[in-house]
T-cell receptor, first 112, second 114 residues
C-alpha cells in the first residue's frame, strides 16, 4: 500500500458543529503532517507528528485539535470553525521527518 | 531561515515544446529540494527530489531537474510538453535546521496549448 487516504472527501459544517478529518497510511511512515491550502496558494503547514508525538504546531488556533492515535492514523478535530477556515486540508506522511512527503487527496472543507 | 522562490506564477507552453519552471532557494547549506505537481482538486504528487546525491535528478512523467549550488537553483524541465502536464507545480525546500517544515514556493500554473 503506497498511498495516503483521507476521509471525508468533502465536508460542509456550521460554525457550531464538531467534526473530524481522518488520515491513514500503511507505508510504515513515522512522520505525519496536516496542511491547509487556500485556492491558488501553496499548502501551509499546520502540525507535524513524529513517532506519534506532536513535534511542530505552527501557532494554529485551538479550534483545530490534532490527534495521532497510532503510527498509521492521524485525525484533525474541528470545533467552532470560522468561514475563513474553509479550505482544502491535506494530510501527508514521510518515512521520518525531513524525508520526502507523500500527500493524500485532501478534504475540501466548507464552513457556513 | 531558508526560503524558495518560483519565478513566474503562470507559464504557457505549446504542446511538444520545452517546459522550464524556475526555482531558486536561499540557504547557506544545501537543503533537500523537491518538485511537486498538483492537478485540480487533488493532493500533491512528488515529481522528484534532490538529497545531495546526483545533481541531475530524473523524476516521473519525463521531468528532470538540475541542482546548481553556485546559482542556488533547482529548475524543472521537460523536453516535450503534453496536454496532461497542465497543472500547478510547487518547488519546496526541507530546511536542514527544521526537519519536517517543508517550505513551498508560491507555485507556477502551467497551461499547455495545442
Amino acid at each position: 500500500d503506497t498511498e495516503v487516504t483521507q476521509t471525508p472527501k468533502h465536508l460542509v459544517m456550521g460554525m457550531t458543529n464538531k467534526k473530524s478529518l481522518k488520515c491513514e497510511q500503511h507505508m510504515g511512515h513515522r512522520a505525519m503532517y496536516w496542511y491547509k491550502q487556500k485556492a491558488k496558494k501553496p499548502p501551509e503547514l499546520m502540525f507535524v507528528y513524529s513517532y506519534e508525538k506532536l513535534s511542530i504546531n505552527e501557532s494554529v488556533p485551538s479550534r483545530f485539535s490534532p490527534e495521532c492515535p497510532n503510527s498509521s492514523l492521524l485525525n484533525l478535530h474541528l470545533h467552532a470553525l470560522q468561514p475563513e477556515d474553509s479550505a482544502l486540508y491535506l494530510c501527508a506522511s514521510s518515512r521520518i521527518a525531513g524525508n520526502e512527503q507523500f500527500f493524500g487527496p485532501g478534504t475540501r472543507l466548507t464552513v457556513l | 531561515a531558508q526560503s524558495v522562490t518560483q519565478l513566474g506564477s503562470h507559464v504557457s507552453v505549446s504542446e511538444g515544446a520545452l517546459v522550464l519552471l524556475r526555482c531558486n532557494y536561499s540557504s547557506s547549506v544545501p537543503p533537500y529540494l523537491f518538485w511537486y505537481v498538483q492537478y485540480p482538486n487533488q493532493g500533491l504528487q512528488l515529481l522528484l527530489k534532490y538529497t545531495s546525491a546526483a545533481t541531475l535528478v530524473k523524476g516521473i512523467n519525463g521531468f528532470e531537474a538540475e541542482f546548481k549550488k553556485s546559482e542556488t537553483s533547482f529548475h524543472l524541465t521537460k523536453p516535450s510538453a503534453h496536454m496532461s502536464d497542465a497543472a500547478e507545480y510547487f518547488c519546496a525546500v526541507s530546511p536542514t535546521d527544521s526537519w519536517g517544515k517543508l517550505q513551498f514556493g508560491a507555485g507556477t500554473q502551467v497551461v499547455v496549448t495545442p
